[in-house]
């Protein structure tokens, strides 16, 4: 594997236990897709370093478990905000 792309999986992992952020979040900030974060941190990081994709993939359950909460917060704003 390339060192930039090991570099970078490394870096997109720090990133989303530091902040804990979504895979969307973590897109936006590397400018890359949704795809390669997911890729990044899901199959080659486990090969790069096991320690750090197990926090990466607790953030990530967590988030996953939180996402329909989220949406019906974002929901409610939005048409709080519309009237």
Do not use: P, W
Request: aromatic share 4%.
């Amino acid at each position: 594997m390339k060192k930039i792309i090991e570099q970078r999986a490394i870096d997109i992992a720090t990133y989303i236990v530091a902040n804990n952020a979504t895979v969307r979040q973590a897109a936006k900030h590397f400018c890359v897709s949704k795809s390669t974060v997911h890729k990044d941190v899901s199959e080659r990081l486990n090969e790069i370093d096991g320690t750090l994709a197990a926090k990466v993939r607790k953030v990530l359950d967590t988030n996953k478990a939180e996402r329909h909460i989220r949406g019906g917060m974002a929901t409610k704003e939005k048409y709080l905000n519309s009237y």
